[in-house]
RNA sequence: GGCGACGUAGCCAAGUGGUAAGGCAGGGGUCUGCAAAACCCCCAUCACCGGUUCGAAUCCGGUCGUCGCCUCCA
């Protein structure tokens, strides 16, 4: 039995589906500049989240949306003098490939804010029909705004576990809005001058930011989807309004089963995040220690504590995933080595069963690489449990069957190791020497074993 | 101020009542043409104080410290 903590009910519950078919929506980036590790984290979470459960037999339908309107995009495009689909456009292709790297599996609906709005609209006219949302003269636009009514609803804040009063009492009005609440928030924005817009019963505007999600888990996945998903730091506002909104909508709770949120990356001892400027791209990190490297690193800690970056954790990670490739790639013949591959396999489950405990089901995986070498160097055959090894490492998004990086030099390098194998043979150390040292210098490392040699890529 | 999380070896990090997983780094060996890898061995009593218990890192109370959300944020 699958056990995740529901974090609107504070507790670990019972993993039970409500169909044939899992249904997760997970809150996508903005795309208005590079994704960084802590993106990295979220969306690796979450692949292990799909990746787990497909293992374990269930099919996944997951959907994941990218915020293609906001007030970042717009002034980032204004003062990069370009246009916001063209900003937009770039920033996704960098994450899509980004994504690719770190093996993260793609969504099967990526939709877009802006291409939903008819929808949003349709939402938002009957919020205002039912009586949970007003439309109001903005003192910036000459379009109306339309604000949710925060006090419609008696259950506001059950996701974050506030009171209104609470959120009241901190909740802020910028200049220039005329909300009946501090606390109520925007489904449409009025279009001030110069911004893209689209036109509405309220004018011409744009939506609100947490709008856009409930549109589209509703069109894509249903009134009720088992799993949401996203970074901690969504729980509020942002997953607290979806839910207000949606289910004033649909009347059909809970709108999510199981609400799942990841910790954050801290630098040093502070959240890495943009605004603080404290990030490294994802693209960095790849650089750095590849995407078995990156995604080792995410999951040497548990999904829901914060995980910490430094260069030293980051190189761990990869020497880890370095040892882990080794043990899944040396020659070896066919056969289990002697080793007790059922109970890898189940101590893997029960790691994975308990919360999504990748630091154990990590272990697991070590521990499995660690007799298969041992096992190896006995001279028995230990393919069969290396087939273990690479399948358990792929449920957490591990590539560990590959040498990384590029694999085009394969065949020249296969040449090479062939041709130093017969210096070896003929004792002609120099020349051998010659070869390994210079692959070293291109990134390649050789190892001499008794089945043959092996090579990997920095 | 409200809500929440955390404090385990040099670093990262599991473990939530029965005498501390795993990884990285480090030290010592074995193996190897050399190297790398691998293998073997070594390396903590769990922030502090008090309590409950036959027994606590694990439960309760308190102290100190750190961080997150409450405003855009994965």
């Known amino acids: 039995m699958i056990r995740l903590t529901n974090t609107l009910t504070r507790q670990l519950e019972d993993f039970q589906t ?18 960084h590790i802590g993106h990295a ?3 690796v979470v979450f692949d292990v989240v799909k990746r787990y459960l497909t293992w374990r037999g269930c099919a996944v339908k997951h959907v994941q949306n990218f915020t293609d309107i906001d007030d970042r995009i717009i002034e980032r495009a204004n003062r990069l003098g370009t246009t916001t689909d063209e900003l937009v456009e770039k920033y996704i292709n960098m994450y899509f490939d980004d994504m690719r790297d770190l093996n993260v599996q793609p969504a099967d609906v990526y939709p877009y804010a802006t291409q939903e709005v008819p929808e949003m609209i349709e939402i938002i006219q009957r919020l205002i029909e039912k009586g949970f949302a007003y439309e109001t003269k903005s003192t910036l636009s000459e379009w109306s705004d ?24 901190g909740a802020r009005v910028e200049s220039g809005e005329e909300k009946e609440n501090p606390a109520d928030f925007a489904l449409w924005k009025g279009a001030k001058a110069g911004e893209p817009s689209w036109d509405s019963p309220w004018g011409k505007g744009r939506p609100g930011w947490h709008i856009e999600c409930s549109a589209m888990s509703l069109k894509y996945l249903g009134e009720r989807i088992d799993i949401h998903g996203g970074g901690e730091d969504l729980i509020f506002p942002h997953h607290e309004n979806e839910i207000a909104q949606t289910e004033a909508y649909t009347d059909a709770v809970p709108f999510v089963r199981y609400w799942l949120h990841n910790a954050w990356v801290k630098m040093g001892e502070e959240k890495m995040s943009k605004s603080l400027g404290n990030f490294i791209t994802i693209r960095d990190g790849l650089n750095k220690v ?20 430094s260069e030293t954790t980051l190189e761990a990670a990869k020497n880890g995933a370095d040892r882990l490739r080794t043990a899944a790639r040396a020659l070896s013949e066919a056969g ?3 080793i007790d591959l059922g109970h890898h396999r189940e101590r893997f489950a029960a790691a994975m069963d308990d919360d999504l405990n990748t630091p154990q089901a990590l272990a697991v995986l070590f521990d499995l690489g660690k007799e298969i070498n041992r096992a190896r160097d006995e001279g028995k055959g230990v393919a069969t449990a290396q087939a273990l090894l690479i399948e358990l490492g792929g449920v957490l998004g591990l590539r560990l069957e590959e040498a990384g990086g590029s694999i085009e030099a394969a065949p020249f390098i296969e040449l090479l190791i062939q041709i130093r194998t017969e210096l070896r043979a003929a004792k002609q150390f120099q020349l051998a020497d010659r070869i390994r040292e210079g692959l070293a210098g291109l ?3 050789l190892e001499d074993g008794p089945q043959g040699t092996t090579w990997k890529q920095d």
């Open 18 to 35: 409500q169909g044939d078919t899992v249904t997760m929506y997970v809150c996508g980036v903005t795309p208005y500049d590079s994704s």
């Open 41 to 43: 984290m979220s969306y």
């Open 146 to 169: 339309v604000y949710y009514r925060v006090s419609a609803k008696k259950d506001y804040g059950k996701l974050s576990h506030r009171t209104q009063e609470s959120l009241m009492a």
């Open 290 to 309: 590849g995407g078995d490297g990156l995604r080792l690193w995410v999951l040497t800690s548990h999904y829901r504590k914060p995980l910490s970056f």
């Open 336 to 338: 289990d080595g002697g």
């Open 443 to 445: 990134a390649i490392t």
